[in-house]
DNA sequence: CAGGGTAACTTTCGCGCGCAAGTACTTGTG
DNA sequence: CACAAGTACTTGCGCGCGAAAGTTACCCTG
């Protein structure tokens, strides 16, 4: 009512002072290298709170050149339950920083402008690999930190953050006694790149281990595919499923109901991701969960390292990757 | 390599083309008003993009005190699934318009700083109501267009897009031919004031037609609740469940699974937002679809309505949820 | 009591851009 | 041929802030 618009500078603070803007810039700066009393920077806390004073980021952004936002771009793949947890950490790490942590999700129709081009971010930090054109993309707009720095797919997706947990999920059966397993995927194309890097772990892990991985494929529930995968399991002898994630483990459980399948004693079934969907299911499904928390320190250091040269936590995040175990592995 | 990591300003364009760097302005900004040439129009075009020139959109900020940056404020609910496509098209339509939607969600912990204190967005806009700290806080920071206009929680909370689907659900069900109805709903605090909202509509639904709502409650799987809420809901000689979304609709079926009911002859259940899941379970899930779309479109011209003063669209949307029938409540 | 040193400031510049207000030159008109 | 009405530009200010460089006034030292 009574307050124009008028958003309050730092020069209204220190003409109702009676000081230079640079002495109230320095104290609300904390410019290191300048001798101001006590007092004297007291007065000026003081009264910017009074007045309420706001730094304008705009102006902060263009006279320091930096815009202290990070942007994260995240794959298109519906992963809010694991994510979740972890953005709430990074952000939190980041925001007492100083930072503003702004997510992006690139669509396949994808927007005219990227997100990196209107925000001026100082950092931009990839859950996954970037594309070449992605990358010129943010470098044509100033945009010099990007991570992660590696190009190929191939070092990402088979990095321990994302297969960690399908490991796991097949020394689980195998612990469990199932010696000739399967390995299910999804369908959507989204996913694929992310499903080819958990399929070779879930080889690998079975490989050495000395198990039968003896079937890979993509199921899905609209054209009947999964119905016919577990079909074909049973006939095979295959007593246990890893599912790339709690999505296609519930609909291969579903399925292997309909085909007249007890779960877990015709057919195990474990999921990955934990989802809170997982308990709730009958059987509830065996899972793996995530340490999000760590994931979201770590993501956030690494901004932190790339932004302002701190230094980057000795360890690589021990991710804690674990299995819960429930009702569809359950012997 | 050869470039240095200085950025091509409007300035580089004017001075390698002999140009004031205000008539390139003029050009690039489209200013109207002015009679520039085609032919220089063209050369400062083809200049610019032969050099590469990015706008500063600090600098385009500070001067044309705008941000183009729009603010989503998302409850603190997972609501991916129903969300997903809605943010695609609202920030797809934004993007046309030339402006940024970011989105915030809000934590119990909460930020040190919220977001629209550090991205100055010219206008917030949030999915449910906000609280008067909210609304303080952001014209503190100088935010003078937030949007939903409306205060009380309430009055949004009754909102058609929030509660057609659950009267949809009723009436479904009463169409099913049942008459004794029970609605359950989430534990999960965060959903409370939905769920209320949500509660209500079921009520009014139920005596518009009248059937008997017999019971209300929200129920979980890791106390039993749901599992005695089944057992109880049986005694009573209530015949199907509405839930609040399709998760509470899974548990639910799973529970009177475990107490050897059978879905949907002894209990019919369904859900609420037509996620994947709904389709991969056994019995697959009836639920109610929303016209992610729609609101999609609503929610961009909102925003641009408050922005610039576009029309707003006469119709409000009509946001088409539809129920989607399946094995869990099919006679 | 000159000189240097320092505390406590102020003056000033520059970030890149939008845009109001010029200015010089051309063209049309009576 | 004078003069208004364009056309095609340019000059220059201000947005709010960070921070380098400058300016006092004062105190201490020898």
């Given at each position: 009512m009574t307050q124009r618009k008028k958003r309050v500078t730092a020069t209204d603070v220190a003409r109702s002072l009676g000081l230079s803007r640079a002495t109230v810039g320095y104290v609300l700066n904390n410019t290191p290298g300048q001798s101001i009393p006590p007092a004297t920077r007291e007065r000026v806390m003081a009264e910017a709170a009074r007045l309420g004073y706001r730094p304008h980021r705009a102006a902060q952004a263009l006279a320091?050149?930096?815009?202290?936002i990070i942007l994260l771009v995240l794959p298109d793949w519906p992963m809010e339950h694991s994510l979740r947890l972890t953005l709430e950490t990074a952000s939190h790490v980041l925001d007492e920083a100083g930072y503003a942590l702004v997510t992006y999700t690139r669509h396949e129709?994808?927007?005219?402008?990227?997100l990196w081009e209107l925000l001026n971010p100082d950092v931009v930090i990839a859950w996954t690999a970037i594309s070449a054109a992605e990358r010129t993309s943010m470098q044509a707009s100033?945009?010099?930190?990007?991570?992660?720095?590696?190009?190929q797919e191939q070092a990402v997706l088979s990095s321990p953050t994302l297969t960690a947990g399908t490991h796991l999920q097949i020394a689980h059966l195998y612990e469990q006694g199932h010696r000739r397993l399967a390995f299910a995927t999804s369908v959507n194309e989204r996913f694929s790149l992310l499903a080819q890097g958990r399929a070779a772990a879930a080889r690998e892990e079975a490989d050495r281990l000395g198990a039968e991985l003896l079937d890979l494929r993509p199921v899905d529930h609209r054209d009947g595919s999964v119905v016919r995968a577990v079909r074909e399991w049973h006939a095979q002898g295959i007593t246990a499923v890893a599912a790339f994630n709690d999505d296609i483990a519930a609909m291969t459980v579903a399925a292997a109901q309909r085909a007249g399948l007890s779960v877990p004693d015709d057919l195990a079934v474990i999921g990955h991701d934990d989802t809170p969907m997982a308990g709730m299911l009958y059987p509830s499904l065996s899972s793996v969960s995530i340490d999000n928390v760590g994931q979201g320190h770590y993501l956030a250091n690494q901004a932190l390292h790339a932004a302002e040269y701190r230094p980057l936590p000795e360890a690589p995040p021990d991710l804690h990757a674990a299995i819960v175990v429930r009702e569809s592995t359950r012997r």
């Open positions: 320091s050149g930096r815009s202290m129709g994808g927007q005219a402008r990227p100033g945009i010099t930190k990007i991570l992660p720095v590696l190009q």
